[in-house]
């Protein structure tokens, strides 16, 4: 059974970058796809992105210019950086397997609150 | 980006009742629609793929189907374990977006 688990930090300061690392487990990170999707309660859901395991990257075009994604296969993990981080960024942050176009989310990590206050 | 509609936002029902959510995309998504289950605290869990594929291990009594731009998630004999929001999210393309949710209650 494949499982996510997101890490990093619960809090970070207005202006600065939020890092998040999803590490996967019970299966390799290569030949799938994995997304970073967020939540907040004035937005929804909102999907930010997908890293290919091969390093290949599809970002939101809303938040491209502050995300970047990164891939470890040796570690079976996944990062997400964003830089500039305003109170709008709050969210639970969630990892998932998926991504690509005509694909499914189809496992998740239980998501980690994230909030921007200084 | 193609904005997904659905509704109701909420309902109230009882066990054992039928409950239809609907999704409308807002332009055609042939099949690509996905369903998910979300209970509080929660990350989503899906559902229904393709529109109407059940994904492994998720009971019968979900069902969905539709194509193009609208789309419906039905729930027969809803069970105490069902009470939670849905959303449906369509892959047609990029970048994914999801329905703004229907929360189901006890009613």
């Known amino acids: 059974q494949v499982q996510l688990q997101e890490s990093g930090p619960g809090l970070v300061k207005p202006s600065e970058t939020l890092s998040l690392t999803c590490t996967v487990s019970g299966g390799s990170i290569s030949s799938y796809y994995w997304s970073w999707i967020r939540q907040s309660p004035g937005k929804g859901l909102e999907w930010i992105g997908y890293i290919y395991y091969n390093g290949a990257t599809n970002y939101n075009p809303a938040l491209k210019s502050r995300v970047t994604f990164s891939v470890d296969t040796s570690k079976n993990q996944f990062s997400l950086k964003m830089t500039s981080v305003t109170a709008a960024d709050t969210a639970v942050y969630f990892c998932a397997r998926g991504g690509m176009a005509a694909t499914r989310l189809d496992y998740w990590g239980q998501g980690i609150l994230v909030i921007v206050s200084s | ?107």
């Open chain 2, 1 to 107: 980006d193609i904005q997904m509609t659905q509704s109701p936002s909420s309902l109230s029902a009882s066990v054992g009742d039928r409950v239809t959510i609907t999704c409308r995309a807002s332009q055609n998504i042939n099949r690509f629609l996905n369903w998910y289950q979300q209970k509080p605290g929660k990350a989503p869990k899906l559902l229904i793929y393709a529109a109407s594929s059940l994904q492994s291990g998720v009971p019968s009594r979900f069902s969905g189907s539709g194509s193009g731009t609208d789309f419906t998630l039905t729930i027969t004999n809803l069970q105490p374990e069902d009470f939670a929001t849905f959303y449906c999210q369509q892959s047609s393309s990029t970048p994914l977006t999801f329905g703004g949710g229907s929360k189901v209650e006890i009613k």
